[in-house]
């Protein structure tokens, strides 16, 4: 039972054009949504997040989007750099009080982004 | 400020031996969790750690424990490996209270069960 999915394996996108990385998820409990990037040989680090309570969220070149009627989040990155190819994970939560550090990700996009 | 180390790096065990996997915490985050990550997929979370006790676990089987210490770090123990748990497995650690869903993790432990 995949709660959190990303159904795009892979995104290649021009440099300065923008990336637009899907996710959908089933459990209508989760109420915290992060995204985390992860570049060979190194751990998930984490990028932006978001509250089920907001519908964007802004931070620089990176955005996160939350439709909670359609159970989707998107990442939006403008201007798209070389720098920013590597996987990025969407994760889901019920909030740190029920979950605390548990979270439900989903299998990852390769985001390639060309010079 | 330090972040999370992990050992050893790579590692290769044959079925039916067991394995234990180290972690030391980011400083000032007092709980840890442990991760496994099959090839192509996401990490999936084995289990957490909060003052010294296991606090919430997923969908492992008993032979995966673990153990947090007085300083925070942790060790992933498994017993009995099947060649299932070849994966990268990944220790994250956090504070408590708002911010404890973003976790700080390490580089990983790539063990391969032959």
């Known amino acids: 039972d995949q709660q959190v999915k990303q159904n795009s394996p892979s995104l290649s996108v021009q440099e300065g054009r923008i990336s637009i990385l899907n996710c959908d998820y089933t459990?209508?409990?989760?109420?915290?949504f992060l995204w985390y990037k992860k570049y060979p040989a190194e751990g998930p680090t984490f990028l932006i997040s978001?509250?089920?309570?907001?519908d964007k969220n802004e931070d620089g070149r990176f955005t996160v989007f939350l439709n909670k009627s359609a159970k989707h989040l998107s990442l939006h990155i403008v201007p798209s750099q070389p720098g920013d190819s590597a996987v990025y994970f969407c994760a889901a939560s019920m909030g740190w009080e029920t979950s605390g550090s548990r979270l439900t990700f989903g299998e990852g996009t390769q985001l390639t982004v060309n010079p | 400020e330090t972040g999370v180390t992990q050992s050893p790096t790579h590692l290769i065990k044959t079925r039916g031996q067991q394995v234990t996997l180290r972690c030391s915490s980011q400083?000032?985050?007092?709980?840890v969790s442990w991760y496994q990550q099959a090839l192509g997929q996401g990490p999936q979370f084995i289990f957490q750690y909060y003052r010294e006790e296991e606090n919430g676990r997923g969908n492992f089987p008993p032979r995966f424990s673990g153990l947090q210490f007085p300083n925070y770090s942790s060790e992933l123990n498994v017993n009995a490996l099947e060649l299932d748990d070849s994966a990268l497995y990944l220790c994250a650690s956090s504070g408590r209270g708002w911010g404890a869903n973003v976790l700080t993790f390490g580089a990983g432990s790539r063990l391969t069960v032959l």
């Open positions: 978001i509250s089920s309570i907001k």
């Open positions: 400083s000032g985050h007092n709980t």
């Open positions: 459990n209508s409990m989760f109420d915290y």
